[in-house]
């Protein structure tokens, strides 16, 4: 046995006031004469011992009581344990409260059996410890330490959260809370479904010494549809213009699903349905094809149906439809025929300037420029070039016949792309076309042989720079290359390396000629994401620059939120604040340029699997530091109290205690009536 409070065993000091009474007596004696005392003189001699045995008696009860009483106050406990906690503690107390826990099971929403555990392991150490609360949240109210009563206020106040939080991320963020308190002993609790993709087995498997408690929540098993990616096939977007969409659906039932229905949404009218089937714990990407009708920004959803859990039923995504592509060729003599014939659909507004009379300006706007047949580029020239490329914007370059290499060093320098060094006059052929690359995507159906490629008289070779975003398109049965493309901050460089002339190649008389050009015309650097993912995208980028004006951030009938905007890289960054935790669209806004952003809540947990509890148990085995418990109210308060302070005795104490008192009176009363007996006799 040992004690919690032993300072309280100097109260055996009292025990002398009943020793000092017992010993000085002050009593008093009658006198009572008789005539002749021989015959009492036996019975006064017997009587006389035996009340100062009833007096030794009932002093040792009493002795016993007052002992009682203070071994009571000393908290005796008993436990195999070497060492207790005697002094303060500060016990972290962790609730998952992400979707997953909104489940039910046999005893109710998960989420509320979470915070009855937690309030039963606060009540186990009440009065003695100092409190962390954490839950997927991490608000900056609950990155401290707190007491019972706001600790209790935590857990009542603690809501359903769309943040997913690894719980190994919940370890240090409560050892960098208390990593001053260097001389207090902590420990935390865990509360959660411990679902795998949450809970990584490096969490239990880490040298650390934090003692852990884990608090399993087991919600029935379950299945669930998710829809977890999508994206568009082209990232340029024109009125008229037919879509792909392409989406991943999952499904982590032991079941095969068959005929799910999945429907699109384009500004709240259905555009295209399908009907899917999935293997059990398995997975199908899919595509559906539509047509834009409407310029502007398309708000579109993906859309399910399971009932089993809601959160993934319905992908959210957004894109900006243009009336046309804007596309301008600059050239220096005399415009080249094919390029303003190709480029007359309706589809693209071009324009082909001399270079004399270009407004530098114009080129920010546009979503290809054309450098044609430029033999010496300006200083000013190749400067809105740069800042052109670095702002997203599409950059094809056609040397000249006769292009002046110093001036040609000087542009490609500026962009980050090789320089031309030999001019070459032999006659070759293009004889590799690069079917992967993203310009070629469906303009090749089958993967038939080329009877004929275009021919190439005159090219220039490029230095071998070894560009980490070099990518070759079209190569020359010389394996040089004819076109690669390179990435400039956020915009796409074309480098042909032939002037696009009769005397030159025979590029323009080909079919490949059409939809090479076609579609790096449409290729768009400048689009935005189709989505963001809440709690993972903290903060993202979006095209154009911050302005003096407030922004705005808010959701249809929403709240108003204001939030953190700069320029960086030529590119608008924002900062998700914490209050955004609902999916769907919401509109930026600073009062004249407007932007809409999609969110969807993150698809970690639209897997269910969690660890088992004999997989836990398991792990507790193999480290002391954990700790896994299974009681529930008061008996879960009880155990924990045990866990921390032994098995109290301080009850049994006091029921010896109430003993003593018991028997102390019945010894008066049963004395009572005896001496009452023999007086009346």
């Not at 300072?7 to 017992?22: D, G, N, R, S, V």
């Not at 028997?663 to 049963?670: A, F, G, Q, W």
Request: glycine share 4%.
């Amino acid at each position: 046995m040992k004690l919690l409070e032993p300072y309280f065993l100097y109260a055996f000091l009292a025990i002398a006031i009943p020793i000092l009474i017992h010993l000085f007596s002050l009593q008093k004696h009658k006198t009572v004469f008789f005539s002749n005392v021989s015959f009492l003189r036996e019975l006064q001699q017997k009587k006389s011992n035996i009340t100062k045995l009833q007096k030794l008696l009932l002093l040792l009860i009493r002795l016993l009581l007052i002992s009682a009483i203070i071994l009571a106050f000393c908290e005796p406990y008993f436990s195999d344990k070497d060492t207790l906690v005697k002094t303060k503690q500060i016990v972290g107390v962790y609730i998952d409260n992400s979707f997953s826990m909104e489940a039910n099971n046999d005893k109710g929403q998960m989420i509320e059996q979470a915070k009855n555990h937690a309030r039963s392991i606060i009540k186990a150490h009440k009065g003695k410890d100092e409190f962390v609360f954490l839950s997927n949240n991490l608000q900056g109210k609950h990155q401290r330490i707190i007491d019972y009563n706001d600790c209790l206020d935590a857990i009542d106040n603690c809501e359903i959260t769309p943040t997913i939080l690894n719980l190994k991320s919940v370890s240090t963020r409560f050892k960098s809370i208390t990593k001053n308190e260097i001389n207090t002993d902590v420990e935390l609790y865990l509360i959660s479904d411990f679902q795998k993709t949450t809970t990584p087995l490096d969490l239990f498997l880490e040298g650390s010494r934090l003692k852990t408690h884990l608090l399993p929540i087991n919600s029935y098993p379950q299945s669930n549809l998710s829809i977890d990616t999508c994206y568009l096939e082209n990232p340029n977007h024109t009125v008229a213009q037919q879509e792909t969409l392409y989406f991943k659906i999952s499904n982590t039932s032991n079941e095969k699903i068959q005929n799910l229905t999945v429907k699109l949404f384009v500004n709240g009218k259905q555009k295209a349905l399908s009907n899917l089937t999935i293997e059990a714990e398995s997975f199908t990407e899919a595509k559906l094809i539509f047509n834009n009708h409407n310029s502007g920004t398309q708000k579109a959803s993906i859309e399910l149906s399971d009932a089993t859990i809601t959160f993934d039923n319905r992908l959210y995504f957004s894109y900006q439809v243009e009336e046309y592509s804007k596309v301008l060729s600059i050239h220096e003599q005399t415009a080249n025929k094919s390029i303003g014939s190709l480029f007359k659909d309706q589809i693209f507004n071009f324009e082909s300037k001399n270079i004399g009379q270009l407004n530098l300006t114009e080129l920010l706007e546009k979503d290809l420029v054309i450098l044609e047949d430029v033999s010496n580029p300006s200083t000013g020239l190749i400067n809105s070039l740069k800042q052109y490329t670095l702002q997203g914007g599409n950059l094809l370059i056609i040397p000249s016949i006769n292009i002046n290499m110093a001036s040609f060093s000087t542009l490609a320098n500026a962009l980050n792309i090789p320089q031309f060094t030999n001019r070459n006059t032999k006659q070759v052929e293009i004889s590799t076309i690069n079917k992967n690359h993203i310009i070629f995507n469906e303009v090749f159906e089958k993967q038939v042989k080329e009877t004929t490629y275009p021919e190439v008289s005159l090219y220039y070779s490029i230095d071998n720079t070894n560009s980490s975003t070099e990518e070759n398109i079209l190569q020359l049965n010389t394996k040089e290359p004819f076109l690669n493309s390179y990435k400039n901050g956020l915009g796409n460089i074309y480098l042909q390396t032939s002037p696009l002339a009769n005397s030159a190649n025979t590029l323009d008389k080909h079919a490949i000629f059409v939809p090479l050009l076609y579609n790096i015309a449409n290729q768009s650097s400048r689009a935005d994401k189709l989505y963001y993912t809440l709690g993972k995208d903290k903060i993202i980028h979006l095209a154009g620059k911050a302005t003096n004006r407030q922004w705005i951030l808010n959701k249809v009938e929403g709240a108003k939120i204001i939030p953190e905007l700069r320029t960086v890289n030529q590119r608008l960054q924002l900062s998700i604040p914490t209050t955004v935790t609902e999916d769907g669209f919401y509109k930026l806004t600073d009062g004249t340029t407007e932007k809409n952003i999609s969110f969807n809540y993150d698809r970690q947990e639209s897997n269910l699997a969690s660890w088992e509890t004999e997989e836990l148990e398991d792990i507790c085995n193999k480290h002391d530091r954990l700790n896994i418990w299974y009681k529930e109210g008061v008996q879960l308060e009880q155990v924990l109290k045990e866990n921390r302070s032994g098995t109290p005795l301080w009850r049994f104490f006091i029921l010896l205690a109430l003993l003593f008192i018991s028997i102390e009176s019945l010894l008066l009363k049963n004395w009572k009536q005896k001496a009452q007996i023999n007086l009346e006799n």
